[in-house]
């Protein structure tokens, strides 16, 4: 079993930054895949970054060049840092885990409760 608990998220005006926070615990972090999604009101949860066990990292075009997530295997703590942000990344964002093999947009196995992050205009 894994334990995913996300905070950072908040109220920003456009342009603004946030860093969000997930921090795991119960399974060897890292050998895991750490993946950000987000769901906005009335759309479907979409991929927004990933960073694999190797540290490679991957993200959706959407927010290429303004997010960055990096991982500390010292703390079992994944990061989103965010740049730029614009009113159409309010969302919830959610934090999740898997084993290290296979596609980093998809089959994750463990979720966080998400963290609210609103963008006003």
């Known amino acids: 079993q894994v334990h995913l608990v996300e905070s950072g998220g908040g109220l920003v005006q456009a342009g603004g930054s946030l860093r969000l926070s997930c921090a795991a615990s119960?399974?060897?972090?890292?050998?895991?895949?750490m993946g950000w999604f987000r769901q906005a009101p009335g759309k479907e949860r979409e991929f927004v970054a990933a960073t694999r066990w190797s540290g490679n990292t991957y993200y959706a075009d959407s927010v290429k060049g303004r997010f960055t997530v990096s991982r500390d295997n010292a703390k079992n703590t994944v990061y989103l840092q965010m740049n730029s942000l614009k009113p159409e990344d309010t969302a919830v964002y959610y934090c999740?885990?898997?084993?290290?093999?296979?596609?980093?947009?998809?089959?994750?196995?463990?979720w966080g409760q998400g963290t609210q992050v609103t963008v006003s205009s």
């Open positions: 999740a885990a898997k084993g290290y093999s296979g596609s980093v947009y998809s089959g994750y196995d463990y």
């Open positions: 119960g399974r060897t972090f890292r050998s895991s895949d």
